[in-house]
């Protein structure tokens, strides 16, 4: 099938969620801090002390772009980091208080895992549901939370199905009992506005290799008073909070590409929003027994998420491959597993419908031409696989 | 991640479709696990001069099917019995661990065309029936 | 005072093992991976099938410059990490077995306060002695090991004094007790040669930026068979035994560094010794009471270690700093402390002589010039900072 | 890290030394701590007309018992007295908060050689004695 193979001259990267390239201003900024600003920010000649001040300069970038105060900053090697710390952190430093964790069953393994690790050490964990659209609702956290609970952890914005969570209302509800949020936003930054003090946020993920940084580096964001125990120990880097030579380079890619992707956010959002909308639209328009997955408007302006019944993710992935399209089924982290979505199975969708999910995460440097192609291509691919598929209509009806 | 054998075996599937009045049919696996496989067979004076596949899943579900299918044509229905899941594996040039499980459905899925004829002919079965 | 404020055109780096600059050819193999190879190895198109090829190459790079298998190797953010989890992971998974962990009491804080987390949680931990240059006896390591010890973890070599440990014996009554051996081999990648199998190592730590490689990427190598839990939890990564997008770009320098910095081993070890030892000859012959600390011989070619009676280490720095001379009064990690080293503590020096040390570690940029600069400079250095010292050798006879 | 008065003033300290026969001296702090400062004052007319310092420590430690003689010179004891650290730290333009016990030795160096120049003319001191 020739033109199945048909490679065009410049690939469509449409998966965003999974990574995205670093920009080149901020690959810019890093190059210096490789060969001749390399000094470790924790010695005291001059050499280390240009690198402690580009390591404060993007400390400022960091918390200027989510409205933190720089001290509240702590830099991780990421957001898997960031989340474990967050709950394992908060954990280890309530024991007294209580040994109880609400997080919703939509989570990213990062907070999924890091609670079930706990539950092992006999933390008790409440999963909640998620409606159809796979919203956490407020009132659900309410009712879940209880003398014991030492924190509750809900996502900005789900990776999978770009569900924009009430992170504001969920905060609301968890301080009128005193518990502390943590939200892993490292899908939201650069996405959605994020402000701490408004939306009430006392403990926060972002990732930099979502938003243009480089991966390997990301941060905690801690509110002053929050408590939260060591997860790095060792040296006296990051206030004491976080030991380990700071990625110098990482760091300041990650302040650089903050600052970009915050500032750029107005103009950038609705361009996006207006691809992702088409997508949308064409495909559900072209292609029958589709199904879009997450909620229709509080999701992020990028994320296309779309149930094809009949086929299965994986081949749909690769066919698309094989015509220059990187695409996803779910997370990145879990392409190499059986199991369905976790998320799509909570927000209701039969297995076999989530088996055949395709995410597409639109980025910057998306054109027209590219949603142009995918539209005439995907339902082609869906048709031929379709085809290959003992499961049809009729079979159901 | 994938051989070339796989790739080409997903990318051009060879015997794909449905016999129509085949003579044996099969079909395994599950829409849950994200892997349902159909094997119809033509079968002449015990061999197997025709196999078709339909299948539901991953690159290497489909491969598998594929393969599995040319590997049978042609041969006896012992012969047919006798190709394990490994023969499939190798003649695909391998497949990453976590998909053998793919193989293992083109064999299953053999088993039972093959078993589906013999129960319509009289013939015993391998699950004895 | 003019002549203390001379600096050189070129200045002189002598705190290599603080960190290293990122070798060029290895930022080269890196900048790729940032911005056009730059897919998460997780997903499964032809963007991301490159970067998991790049990520293996690295993993047997690091795997050949140690001895194991490839799928021995794991990668982390940096060495504090890779200490970080062997230690809570061997200790987490041997739960049933054991609560006793047997150290030195001359590790890097990464070991030292993993051990002291371990002691809050009910874990007990043998710190042991060692000798008046920085060695553990063997002897002691058999004698600290009970029925409940679950880990000896005694490092490779030391950053502060170069001291290198006779791991091989220690693994060996360590073994013969069934107990498994963590090395701290951070400063060793490089500069003594390592092999897993011969020496009977179970676990290495190891970190880029020590070796030419980039700052936040290091690896944990782990024997097959040791039982170790997780450390971060999330994503599949790593064979599901460490979550997070994995830091290609930052991976991939390690591998190249470490192939780097084992083949040039034999050639660049003795050139640095020779440095060294006119170092360590030239100061302890023109500047009176001055001790080297650390082993005579059992050093790394790189470290220079030297006690100035009388006066103040950071003085000394930042005198040296004035003149173009970058050093460390011990590990770069607690130059803002007001304690003296626990390392030199240790050996057995009074806190007053610790607070006058200073540690020069060569790289292999320094030329005998650099040698010659700093043997010239630093006498005067020191006799200025003595006489504002009210403390001399009158006073203490 | 230090702000540009505290590097001036331990790249260039000011009275620096010791005042032979002083008429007032004190000595703080420990080797343990790898600080100690040795202050010693020239006195007439219960003005301080001459201070000199010697200090083992850190570059803070020697700014700070440099800027705190140059801040006694010429004032009378009950003056010198009242120069709290906080005034050595603001005419050093600041100090890094793990480096503030620095200018708090300073004063207590001041403190104590007065304290000594006192004691040996029969006046009161801060201790009673
Ligand atoms: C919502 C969410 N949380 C956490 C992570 C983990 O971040 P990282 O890959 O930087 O560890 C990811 C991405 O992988 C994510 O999408
Ligand atoms: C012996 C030793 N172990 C561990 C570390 C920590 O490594 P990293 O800074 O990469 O976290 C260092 C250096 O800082 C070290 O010298």
Known sequence: MNSMTDRRSRPVYMDHAATTPVRPEVVEEMLPCFSERFGNPSSIYALAREARVTLEKARGQVATAIGARPEEIFFTSGGTEADNWAIKGVAAANKKKGDHIVTSSIEHHAVLHACRALEKQGYRVTYLPVDEFGRVDPAAVEEAITDKTILVSVMAANNEIGTIQPVAAIAKVAHDRGVPLHTDAVQAIGAIPIDVDSMGIDLLALSAHKFGGPKGTGALYVRRGTRIGTFMDGGAQERGRRAGTENVPGIVGLGRAIELATAEMPQKAPRLAAMRDRLIQGLLETIPDTRLNGHPSERLANNVNVAFRYVEGESILLMLDALGIAASTGSACTSASLEPSHVLTACGLPPEHAHGSLRLTLGPRNTEEDVDYVLSVLPRVIERLRKMSPLSPERYA | ?129
Request: hydrophobic share 40%.
């Open chain 2, 1 to 129: 991640m994938y051989s070339e054998q796989v790739m080409d075996h997903f990318m051009n599937p060879r015997n794909m479709g449905e016999i129509p009045d085949a003579d044996g049919a099969g079909e395994v696996g599950n829409p849950t696990c994200g892997d349902i496989m159909r094997i119809t067979l033509r079968i002449e004076e015990n061999r197997i001069v025709d196999a078709k596949f339909k299948t539901f899943g991953c690159a290497a579900a489909i491969a598998s099917s594929s393969m599995a299918t040319e590997l049978i044509r042609g041969k006896t229905l012992d012969e047919a019995w006798a190709v394990t899941n490994r023969a499939v594996v190798e003649a695909l040039e391998g497949l990453p661990p976590q998909k053998l499980h793919c193989s293992v459905l083109a064999e299953e899925g053999i088993h039972k065309a093959i078993d589906d004829y013999r129960a319509r002919h009289g013939m015993p079965t391998a699950n004895g029936g």
